[in-house]
């Protein structure tokens, strides 16, 4: 037997619960894992409240990203004991997530724990870390160095921000962290962020190109913040979109990409290469400063996991939310 959050969907409406499930719950895969830790990202706290269409098989155990060690496996990569980390791959959209005690996975998605990461540390950098590091190297391999000048995080106080911020200060660069929330200004200075900026500067409709600012961007928020920073970079700038916490919608023109050479990088987790995902770990196991990722941490127990989704997608948690599920 084993605890799990579990949604339904049917006649008596969408709702997520704390269950007991039995072992003849799991679904198909090759190899087993006793979970230690998840955590909560944005995509959880919308599976979790219902408020985005995530979750397309019911009942569904939430949760995108686990780490834990093997208790069974039938893959020529994977034995008992291996300490393994998951993230993506339509896990917790598709196939049963990490907010339980065990999970069955197929072992092509998993990877082996980076060595000197914890299970903990794993989840506390999950997708949206892991993420932001894609968005990192997204910026490197366009060319952007610390020495072009500022680079924008939007959504910073959130987990993909905190850790953009944090990696980006490790590596040199000039951050200014975008937010809505200045009482997390200190929070955010701690981490790295050279200047603080109010949201509400790059949220209203603003024009096709303005003062050219920004060496290059993270953005997780979408809409006309996106627009704003990408009306706002530099020459030969780079800006990586990933997010849409603000918005799925893009009201933006081709005036900054036409006359400013501007490029609009796109940068998805889910589906995202085995390569790609070693290369972001490895990073992350480098340029990540792991006393600086504690400040970002939150831990919860699973009992805690559907009040905190709803307080995530409100905006109201900051940095990553620890799942502790044991
Ligand atoms: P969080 O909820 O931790 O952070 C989101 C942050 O966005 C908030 O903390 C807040 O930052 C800001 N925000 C929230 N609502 C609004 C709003 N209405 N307008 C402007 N800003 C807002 O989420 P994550 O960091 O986990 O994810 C961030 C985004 O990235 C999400 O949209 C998520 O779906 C996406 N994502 C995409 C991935 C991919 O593969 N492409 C992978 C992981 C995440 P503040 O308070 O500082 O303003």
Redo the contacts with the bound molecule.
Sequence with gaps: MYKAIVIHKDEAGYRAGLETLDESALPEGDVTVKVDYSCL???D??AITGKGPVVRRFPMVPGIDLAGSVVASEHPDFAVGDAVVLN?WGVGEVHPGGLAQLARLKGDWLIPLPAGITPRQAMAVG??GY?AMLCVLGLEKAGVTPDQGEIVV????????SVAVAVLAKLGYTVV?????AE?ADYLKGLGAAEIID?KTL?EPGKPLARERWAGAVD????H?LANVCASTKYLGTVTA??????ADLPATVMPFILRGVTLKG????MAPRAARLEAWTRLGRDLDMAKLEMMVTEIGLEDAIDTAGR??E?K????TVVNVN
Excluded: F, Q, W
Aim: proline content about 0%.
């Design positions: 990202n944005y995509k706290g919308l993506g997708t949206a993420t939007t959504g910073a106080a959130g987990g993909v921000g962290a975008s937010t809505g929330r997390e949201r949220s997780t928020v979408g809409g913040t990933c997010g849409l916490a603000g918005g940068i998805d987790s889910v995530l997608i905006g948690v900051r940095g990553r």
